[in-house]
């Protein structure tokens, strides 16, 4: 593996560097390609990132405001996350789970969280349907899968809760119910979600792409923001194809931030990196071992969680924690232990090796929950989504839109403050690594 892009300790994003090699980018049919033309001295709003977080906030200025955007990608359009996730798409976004939410902030709050995460859902189905984008969805039904016998009781609770508090129509499945959906000894019971669903989310990123350019917005990749400067009547960005002015900027860069380019982003959100593996296509009789129909997907209950999904083709996803720093990525151990996680969970699968294994940065917020917020210098941005990002970060750019538009937000916490500073900036890898040592034993001992 080339030299990783590590935000936290790199002082500018390189350009021209192409997309992670995945399982989604070896089998699109076409690339991305965005042809770099000059660009502007002047922009009325310039958006830095086109994820999905950049991309559904310049499409909604331009296409619901009529407001001329100027969208500004280091490389090509979803180069970040945005093109090489897992494609899980759940309804939340954080680390805190509802009845979470309601401990902290009450039930009326958990509740209009419920609600705001069902308009992400179908925040992502509009722009799906706009865009026309066949993103390859599959049929719904999500399975949190408690790893421990404790773990599953604490499911059934929460699914009572669920249903009792949110009208949420989740099921609780025990292990013998589970045994018609997977056949792993790792399995106790499960908390069946209706309305989240796997897709193919690097043609969901292409679509986007597509469906914001033909609404009008101007896409410059290969041009990496370096340097802000504000001036009294907006801002000067210096950045890797020239200078340009902007009246009103929204920096959508999330974990891919630099260091240095906006310190209140820097010290507010930590990348941390996920890695994936992809198997090859699995056979009948492998399928019918493991017990897994179209559609299953899948995380279990562990602090260091391991999602997984099957693939429309049969193959399987298989993901979860990674290397602490860019520059450890490239150590074999990482796939390795992935794999060797795959085989514990489906032990039918045993023997069976990886042919796809790529990795990336999620955005990690201290208080567990992202936010769109604006800066002490009036800079936009919206970030922090723990690695729930794909539908929660289409209605986050429509809400960073609403928001630069002067339009009243609902009354969350996602919406009333800033990404809160982690205690400690330069320490928080240390921190990540203790907290990884203490995970493992947690998940092996404790939970
Ligand atoms: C391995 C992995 C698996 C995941 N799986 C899931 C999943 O199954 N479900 C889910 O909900 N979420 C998942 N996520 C998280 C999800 O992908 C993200 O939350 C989401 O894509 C965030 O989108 P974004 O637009 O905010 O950020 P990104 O897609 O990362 O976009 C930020 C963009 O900003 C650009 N940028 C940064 N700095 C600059 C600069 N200085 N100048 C110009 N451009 C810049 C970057 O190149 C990048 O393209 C996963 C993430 C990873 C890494």
């Known amino acids: 593996m080339p030299s990783f892009y590590d935000p936290y300790v790199a002082t500018s994003l390189p350009t021209d560097v192409s997309y992670v090699s995945s399982y989604w980018t070896a089998n699109a049919i076409n690339s991305c390609d965005h042809n770099a033309a000059a660009l502007p001295e002047q922009a009325e709003i310039v958006v830095v990132g086109a994820g999905y977080t950049g991309l559904s906030c310049a499409y909604e200025l331009s296409q619901r405001y009529n407001r001329k955007v100027v969208l500004l990608e280091a490389n090509q359009p979803g180069w970040g996350c945005s093109s090489r996730n897992a494609g899980f798409v759940l309804r939340g976004t954080g680390r805190l789970g509802l009845s979470q939410l309601k401990a902290r902030f009450g039930l009326e709050q958990a509740q209009l969280f419920h609600q705001e995460y069902g308009l992400a ?21 999500y399975l949190k899968i408690a790893h421990t016998v404790k773990q599953a009781q604490l499911l059934q609770q929460q699914a009572e809760r669920l249903q009792r508090d949110f009208a949420y129509a989740v ?63 907006g801002y000067q960005l210096t950045t890797s194809a020239g ?87 490239a150590k074999p151990q990482y796939p ?39 800066t002490s210098e009036g800079i936009y941005y919206a970030a922090g989504y723990c690695g729930s990002g794909i539908s929660y970060s289409l209605l986050a750019g429509q809400r960073l839109a609403e928001k630069l538009m002067g339009e009243t937000l609902p009354p969350l916490p996602l919406y009333q403050s800033p990404l809160q500073p982690f205690p400690f900036t330069r320490g928080r890898r240390l921190a990540q690594y203790a907290y990884y040592q203490w995970a493992q034993f947690a998940d092996r001992f404790l939970s």
């Open 336 to 374: 390795a232990q992935l794999r060797q996680a795959l085989w514990q969970t489906l032990p039918a699968l045993q023997g069976i090796d990886y042919q796809y294994h790529w990795a990336g940065w999620v955005g990690v917020s201290y208080d567990d929950l992202p936010r769109v917020a604006q």
């Open 121 to 141: 859902l179908q925040r992502l189905k509009d722009l799906v349907a706009a865009g026309n984008i066949d993103c390859q969805a599959q049929t719904p039904g």
């Open 243 to 329: 200078s340009l002015h902007c009246e009103q900027l929204v920096l959508a860069t999330n974990a891919y931030t630099p260091k240095n380019i906006l310190p209140e982003l820097n010290r507010g959100c930590l990348p941390v990196l996920s890695s994936i593996i992809v198997t090859r296509p699995l056979t009948a009789s492998e399928l019918s071992a493991c017990g897994l129909t179209p559609g299953f997907m899948a995380m279990d209950t562990r602090a260091l969680k391991y999602y997984y999904r099957l693939l429309p083709d049969n193959r399987l996803l298989f993901g979860g924690r990674s290397a602490i720093s860019g520059a450890d990525l």
């Open 171 to 233: 099921s609780f499945l025990d292990q013998s119910a589970l045994q018609g959906c997977i056949n792993s000894p790792g399995a106790f019971g499960a908390l069946r979600l209706p309305d989240c669903y796997g897709i193919n989310p690097f043609l969901l990123l292409r679509g986007l792409a597509g469906l914001a350019e033909r609404s009008g917005v101007k896409v410059f990749a290969n041009t990496s923001l370096r340097a802000i400067n504000h001036t009294g009547a």
